[in-house]
């Protein structure tokens, strides 16, 4: 329920970010679960969840589930769950929404500043902070500090207090992009184990994950091992995107922050995915453990909430009803026809750049368009083949604190989610980023040897994608 209201609020504050997606669990006679069982479980989440978007979940025959997906096999299929539901194609996006929307309310905002260590001072805390990228070192004084750095949160506690026991199990998943792609979401049983695998069509591919397992060195380090990849490929029914051969295109792997039981000083939040713990003298040092992105809003508003009380002010949470930085655009449908309708007599400026540009900025996709309109050539795609253009690059580096390569290719433009990962941009997109932040060739040369050796560790070379 929490989790339905969160989407809910999330579709008023950021819908730009997200798109409808049907989810389907296919049922066999040879799979673990049942039909049975499945119709149960469907009137039961529709009788308490009523769907605010009043779409019902359904069962569907064989016959439904065959005209729905005709290139799942045909034998021993009993039927289908089809549930709708939405998806993040760029989850990054949602961190830049949130952190320049706090900007907008007065937050200073710092990237690639490390936290060096925490004392307790006389009259709060005193932090050492590091510019990674200009070496310099700075100090600030807080009455209490927040430690949200999810699979680091325990290395980062360590900076101030050493010793304690572990309170985040960093837990690594990996995700690996298949060629072809579907309408809809797959949650599928893998043959002989029964663990369900989900694939989620995502620009052109599908994605399919996640895999699961304890992960002891610096989060930073790690990279989807083969291991990973093949636990992903074999076997099961999310390889069939289409009528031709599937192709395993890259893979890539992140940390999770996941909580555990909760330790001594631990309290388990709203969201139970979650803990809050508070360390120092009058426990002015808290540090979450967890880490969901689905309820990231609410789990925020506690902790905030919880600040306020140890600093004694008494104020009200409004990010329940205030739009992200792009948010706030109504019906997106409405807000994009009517900006393309707008937009339609400018030359150079074809419907497809509008129609992007609204799904990676929402509200504030006018900034990088006045930046194409303004400059010729702003307007052309990063590199052939590519659908960000260059003026998003200028954009990335003056509002959204990109400083590397990879910040603009990975986790601002939506680049790296090509069949190349971006690759073939890299050179274009630092020549354009060069421009902006002053770099001379030789620096140029270093982020593209970065970049592709980063992306190296991805790609897969084509691999075939196995199947059941
Ligand atoms: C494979 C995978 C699949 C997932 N699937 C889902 C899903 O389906 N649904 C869902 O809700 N969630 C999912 N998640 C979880 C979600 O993405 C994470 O919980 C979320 O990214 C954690 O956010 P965070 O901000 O706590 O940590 P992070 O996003 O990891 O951010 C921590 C930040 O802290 C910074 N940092 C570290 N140390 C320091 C320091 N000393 N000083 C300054 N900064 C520091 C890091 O550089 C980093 O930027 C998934 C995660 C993974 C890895």
Redesign the pocket.
């Known amino acids: 329920m929490a989790c339905l209201r969160e989407r809910d609020l999330l579709l008023e504050q950021a819908g730009h970010l997200l798109r409808p997606l049907p989810v389907l669990l296919p049922i066999y006679r040879s799979g673990l679960r049942k039909l049975w069982k499945l119709r149960v479980a469907m009137r039961l989440y529709d009788a308490i969840g009523v769907d605010s978007l009043g779409q019902t979940h359904r069962v569907l025959g064989r016959r439904q589930t065959q005209d729905l997906a005709p290139e799942l096999p045909a034998e021993g299929l009993e039927g289908a769950g089809l549930l709708h539901d939405h998806l993040f194609p760029m ?1 990054e996006r949602l961190v830049f929404e949130n952190l320049l929307s706090a900007q907008e309310h007065g937050a200073r905002c710092l990237n690639y ?3 060096l260590g925490v004392r307790a001072g006389a009259d709060g805390l005193d932090i050492e902070v590091r510019d990674v990228l200009g070496g310099r070192v700075l100090g600030c004084r807080a009455s209490m500090v927040v430690n ?5 949160a325990d ?2 506690l360590s ?1 101030f207090v050493p010793g304690l026991p572990a309170r985040v199990l960093p837990t690594k ?3 690996v992009a298949v060629s072809g792609s579907r309408n809809y979401a797959l949650f599928s049983e893998r043959t002989g184990d029964g663990q369900l695998r989900f694939s989620v069509p995502l620009a052109g591919f599908t994605l399919v ?2 895999t699961s397992s304890p992960w002891e060195a610096d ?1 930073a380090t790690a990279t989807p091992e083969p291991r990973d990849v093949d636990a992903l490929l074999d076997g099961a029914l999310h390889l069939r995107t289409g009528p031709g051969d599937t192709v395993a295109l890259w893979a890539y792997a ?4 996941l909580a555990g039981q909760p330790a001594a000083g631990g309290r388990t939040l709203l969201d139970p995915h979650h803990v809050l713990y508070r360390d120092g003298n009058g426990g002015r040092f808290l540090t ?1 453990a967890g ?4 309820t990231y809003r609410r789990t925020a508003e506690e902790i905030v909430d919880e600040v306020c009380l140890g600093l004694g002010v008494s104020t009200e949470s409004r990010t329940d009803r205030t739009p992200l930085y792009g948010g706030g655009t109504g019906d997106r449908t409405v807000f994009r026809e009517s900006l393309c309708e707008c937009t339609e007599r400018i030359p150079n400026l074809p419907r497809r750049i509008v129609e992007h540009l609204v799904e990676l900025y929402g509200r504030k996709c006018c900034r990088v368009l006045d930046l194409a309109l303004a400059n010729p050539g702003w307007e052309e795609p990063v590199a052939p083949g590519y659908r960000d253009f260059r003026a998003q690059i200028v954009y990335a580096v003056r509002t959204e604190h990109a400083r590397r390569l990879d910040d603009v290719i990975l986790r601002r433009l939506s680049t790296a989610l090509s069949a190349d990962r971006g690759t073939a941009a890299a050179r274009p997109v630092a020549e354009a980023m060069g421009a902006e932040l002053g770099w001379d060739a030789s620096r140029v040369r270093e982020e593209v040897e970065r970049f592709h050796d980063l992306v190296a560790r991805e790609i897969l070379h084509g691999r075939p994608g196995g199947g059941p």
């Not at 992140?254 to 922050?257: A, K, L």
């Not at 880490?291 to 689905?294: N, V, W």
């Open positions: 989850p500043h490390e936290v949200a750095t999810g699979p680091w290395r980062t900076r998943g990996v995700h994950g996640a989060p992140g940390v999770r922050p979450l880490g969901k992105l689905t």
